[in-house]
């Protein structure tokens, strides 16, 4: 068992090395210049603190503050950490795609690039998209609300991580159609999987759009019906890659019809249970 395991742990341990190894040179690398990363983190923020300034004489006096003696390395270390991994994604999805590209078929091997290429773009799409349009959404939600009874003393290494928390989910969120489009590459899922699973699929995505985005409404709104919009584009992508066999397709037909059979035969018994009840009790009456 061990032996057979031996070759892949190898590959994994292989895999991991560069990944590791590339992401500490690119971390090293944007530490020198943790500086600019974290005027363009903090901008939404600045931002939200100017346009509730003008409303709110206490939002005016707002400012960035850290209670910490190291705070200012160690959101130095946060921002860095950050921008190195988003900046050696290509590199880990190449290594992934490495890893498993043995038990490919070589027509598959070929989807290497269109891996990387589409893994990292809807990852930059899922950042800007939430530093673009629910951060300010957000930011100002947040500070407008007791912005006339508190003077906002935002906490640095409190809003790196909660930014940071933000940006990674979003950007991972917005990887749904790449991660569809492999696994049923690899036949893991068909589109009748993901069409089954929408339901659910939709109070799953509620959940993580309140877990991963400030506390109101219009937010959370702004990442899950996006995501919504994305798990219907896999549902196309995943059509024209690996449909669902005519078989299953009647499959699920013969079971979608045998439950409205025994709904509309419940239904009956109960009009018919109705009627007897009915006819016991007038004679009652009389």
Known sequence: MLEDLRPHLVELRKRLTISVVAFIIIF??????????????????????????????????????????????????????????????????????????????????????????????????GVAFAYY?????????????GSFTFTPMINIEDYVGFFTKIMFGFGVAFELPIFAYFLALLGFITDRTLIDFFRYAVVLIFIIAALLTPPDVMTQLLMAFPLIILYGISILIVRFVNPASKLEEEKEDDTEEEKEVEENEQIEQKEETKKIEQKEENPKSE
């Open 133 to 145: 349009v629910v951060t300010p959404f957000g930011f100002t939600f947040l500070i407008t609300f």
């Open 28 to 125: 090293m690398a944007m530490f020198t210049y943790n500086q600019p990363l974290l005027t363009w983190m903090t901008a939404p923020l600045h931002d939200a603190l100017v346009d509730v300034g003008k409303i709110s004489p206490l939002a005016a006096k707002g400012m960035m503050t850290t209670n910490q003696v190291g705070g200012a390395f160690f959101v130095a270390m946060k921002v860095s950490f950050f921008a190195a991994i988003v900046a050696a994604l290509p590199i880990i999805l190449s290594q992934i795609w490495l890893f498993i590209a043995p038990g490919l078929y070589s027509n598959e091997k070929k989807m290497l690039i269109p891996f990387v290429f589409g893994g990292t773009f809807m990852f930059a799409v």
